[in-house]
């Protein structure tokens, strides 16, 4: 026989044949639609699983992005002729432009930042007040841009801006009133009494977090100053940078500019415990999915070698007619990776058809589960996201293709380096 090139036309042909090939001709139809179907929903599986995770964490790190401070300075200044210390920022203004010019940030605000109990009528709730100024409200995306908004900021100067949650559990609306209580409000000659003040509620945001939401209320800076007697002073300055990412490569210069009684607290300091959590539970998941994928592609060695044993005939035929062990071993390696890779594009459909539809399966599943199944209170965010990134979608690719084609390479080989005169002997 003439020397053919490598996966010549005959050898697809064979092997297609022998894919197709029903029970009673000797192939094995079952045990690849097993396989077919295995390898489709272990890719499609890791797919999902992996949009889920990277849009989980994506959507948590950019609610922390969106509504909170990037690195937020303190200062802790000795009393002078005391041992005690004061975290009271008096020179906010001149603290605050320093930090402004450092290279790589993009905003400095000064805060009052105080805890509070907000009542109406018999409903009550704590909240969390940020002082802050309008224009530097404004600058705050998930704030000033949020998921869903009621009232504008307009007129924030007059009253104030809530969560949707706290608007919520104190059932009011842009327009109403509410009380804020404040047990370290007006000084007198018999101690300090509880301050009770009333704003209107002039808008109200939902910023995608729920804690966020159930607790935040913005307060005009002047007014939270009188409002918590810190008339003059700030309690904080909240720092946006260019690049929260590499923040720790800013902090430096932010320090440098602060002074020495300044300190820094940073989102990954707030957020790194659990950020690393979601590291250790990705990287597992990706081990324990990639144990499917690879469970998966087993089903492909016994269906080869079921194969094998059938077409054991038909092996000694074909080396008989002059066939060598590399078109055998090529024609039978077709065969597996033919379904390992058919099964590979089809997991890859379905698994990003989930990632850019996840909002209606994830609603069709909440109904037909009766509601409840996702709960903002415990997972942070209202919604399971979904984002795909190439560098996943290529990792379970070449996942399933490398690890379907290497175990076909066995069975493969074993009918390659079959004796034709020992499979023609009984025949």
């Known amino acids: 026989m003439p020397h053919t090139p490598p996966f010549a036309r005959f050898e697809w042909l064979i092997a ?10 000797g192939g ?36 922390i992005l969106g ?27 001149a603290l605050t432009d320093r930090i402004s010019k ?14 509070v109990m907000a009542n109406r009528g018999t409903e009550n709730a704590g909240v969390e007040v940020f002082g802050i100024t309008e224009a530097d409200l404004r600058a705050v995306p998930r704030i000033a841009n949020p998921e869903e908004a009621v009232g504008s900021l307009d007129n924030f100067a007059q009253g104030i801006a809530i969560g949707s949650g706290v608007a919520r559990e104190l059932g009011v609306t842009v327009g109403d009133r509410i009380k804020l209580i404040s047990p370290n409000g007006v ?23 729920y804690d966020i939401d159930k607790t935040r209320v913005y307060m005009p800076l002047e007014e939270a100053q009188v409002f918590f007697n810190r008339e003059g002073v700030a309690d904080e300055i909240e720092v946006m940078v260019a690049d929260p990412d590499r923040v720790e490569e800013v902090m430096p210069g932010i320090l440098a500019a602060a002074g020495d009684y300044a300190y820094l607290w ?15 539970e990705d990287n597992v998941m990706f081990v324990l999915l990639s144990i499917l994928v690879l469970i998966a592609s087993m089903n492909i060695i016994s269906g080869l070698i079921m194969l094998v044993k059938n077409k054991g005939r038909d092996i000694g035929i074909l080396r008989t007619m002059g066939l060598t062990e590399g078109s055998i071993l090529r024609i039978f390696f077709i065969c597996g990776a033919g379904i390992g890779t058919v099964g590979t594009v089809l997991g890859l459909i379905l698994g990003c058809l989930f990632a850019l539809y996840i909002d209606p399966i994830f609603s069709f599943v909440n109904y037909v589960a009766g509601g409840g199944v996702w709960d903002p209170e415990i997972r942070g965010i209202y919604a399971l996201p979904a984002q795909l990134q190439l560098g996943d979608v290529l990792s379970s690719v070449v996942l399933s293709l490398g690890l379907s084609w290497i175990v076909t390479i066995f069975p493969a080989r074993r009918a390659a380096r079959m004796n034709p005169v020992e499979a023609l002997r009984y025949e």
């Open 16 to 25: 297609w044949r022998y894919i197709r090939a029903k029970r009673a001709e």
């Open 266 to 280: 940073s989102w990954r300091d707030s957020a790194g415990a659990f950020l690393r959590a979601l590291t250790v």
């Open 187 to 209: 000084r007198t000659a018999m101690g300090t009494s509880p301050r009770v003040s009333v704003y209107p509620v002039e808008y109200i945001f939902t910023a995608g977090r």
């Open 67 to 93: 509504a909170n401070a990037h690195v937020t300075v303190y200062e802790q200044t000795p009393i002078q002729g005391t041992d005690q210390f004061t975290r009271i920022i008096s020179d906010y203004a």
């Open 28 to 63: 094995v139809s079952t045990m690849t639609w097993i396989s077919l179907i295995g390898i489709t929903l272990a890719v499609f599986a890791l797919i999902a699983t992996l949009a889920i995770r990277s849009g989980f964490r994506a959507e948590f790190v950019d609610t």
């Open 102 to 115: 450092v290279p790589g940030v993009t905003r400095a605000a000064p805060l009052v930042r105080q805890q």
